[in-house]
């Protein structure tokens, strides 16, 4: 279970030097907008992941007029530090310098709810490739080798085909239809334990949220032409050698895994087709979804809100915090403080945020 035990933010966006002992269950931050709720969030998802969900760029997190940040914290009795500038990234686990981000996530698994991040249906292919690849890496760890092997290999496609090289191109491609079947088969494996959840009758939210004999579903869009069997490398590696000269033509490999998706459907509606606010209701059925699925599996990811009240109406505030402090995970939650939260005081240390500065109630 993954536990943030203190947590001192040296340098991050407008948080300078804020140190914080934690509480296991929830930890409640209140504040006006532009206060520094968002930068909160971030930088405990900035120390899980080594990045942003708002920005790729690193001068946006950095504190004006300086040159680095760092974010140190005692997760599970393992004390950790991240210190990253523009040309270099320290990640640190007990005096011990470390070189994967892997090991980042996997010691802090962090899942997040944000408007900042945007909301999974509706949203981009990129996003919901993110969503998807997070549950699968902390579901099944042996397939970080088959991602970095997938994308290296890639990389290696792409440069021969801007060059118009056809050296070791064949033996390329036929190492990516291999690479393929394995992500493509690992996620189909997790949407389907996923779409198994509910019906174990855990998540209680469920039904209100979607409303009764509307049906939720979600499908994976592999990345490849429909007439193609996305689980057959003989297949996927013949249909590539056949189309080597559109790919050459293109400079790049435009099918295969690095462009999957998600497709969602309500009501036998494709979320195209659905309003704004049903994407945002079904996109927090899903993060749900995830979360109680990895602590089915032992995992017990961090929950981090944003702006909860901006984002759910009471009701749905009310089940969406009765579902997760059933879970017995560590939660942040910010909130500008203009609605009642179903919290158990006894279980909750309530913070103020004020322009960059936390405080205790």
Do not use: C
Not at 14 to 35: M, P, R
């Amino acid at each position: 279970m993954a536990i943030i035990e203190k947590l001192h933010i040296l340098r991050f966006r407008n948080l300078d030097n804020q140190y914080l002992e934690l509480n296991k269950n929830i930890n409640l931050f209140i504040g006006s907008n532009g206060q520094g709720k968002t930068n909160l969030i971030e930088s405990i998802y900035y120390l899980g992941h080594n990045r942003s969900f708002k920005t790729k760029n690193i001068k946006d997190v950095v504190p004006f007029e300086e040159d680095f940040l760092q974010i140190k914290a005692v997760v599970d009795d393992v004390k950790v530090s991240l210190k990253k500038s523009k040309h270099k990234s320290e990640i640190i686990f007990d005096d011990t310098k470390i070189s994967s981000n892997s090991k980042l996530t996997h010691i802090l698994p962090t899942q997040v709810i944000s408007p900042d991040r945007g909301f999974v249906i509706g949203g981009t292919p990129k996003l919901k490739r993110s969503y998807l690849d997070w549950g699968v890496f902390h579901t099944n760890k042996d397939m970080l080798k088959t991602y970095k092997s997938y994308n290296k290999a890639l990389k290696n496609i792409n440069t021969l085909l801007s060059t118009n090289n056809h050296n070791q191109l064949e033996e390329w491609l036929s190492q990516i239809a291999t690479l393929s079947v394995e992500i493509s088969l690992a996620r189909n494996n997790y949407i389907e334990n996923l779409k198994a959840t509910p019906k174990k009758d855990l998540l209680s939210p469920m039904t209100s949220f979607i409303g009764a004999n509307k049906g939720f579903n979600f499908t994976l869009q592999p990345g490849w032409t429909k007439d193609v069997d996305y689980l057959n490398k003989s297949e996927i590696y013949n249909y590539l050698i056949k189309n080597k000269h559109l790919f050459f033509k293109n400079k790049h490999l435009s099918y295969g895994p690095h462009k999957a998706t998600l497709d969602f459907f309500f009501d036998k509606k494709n979320e195209n087709h659905l309003s704004r606010g049903e994407q945002k209701k079904l996109s927090t059925i899903f993060w749900m979804l995830q979360v109680l699925f990895l602590v089915e599996t032992g995992v017990k990811p961090i929950v981090l809100i944003d702006d909860i009240s901006s984002e759910l109406d009471q009701n749905k505030i009310n089940e969406t915090l009765s579902f997760l402090t059933q879970l017995d995970v560590q939660i942040f939650i910010t909130d500008i403080g203009n609605k009642e939260l179903p919290l158990d005081t006894k279980k909750t240390s309530t913070y103020h945020i004020k322009k960059g500065v936390i405080y205790n109630k």
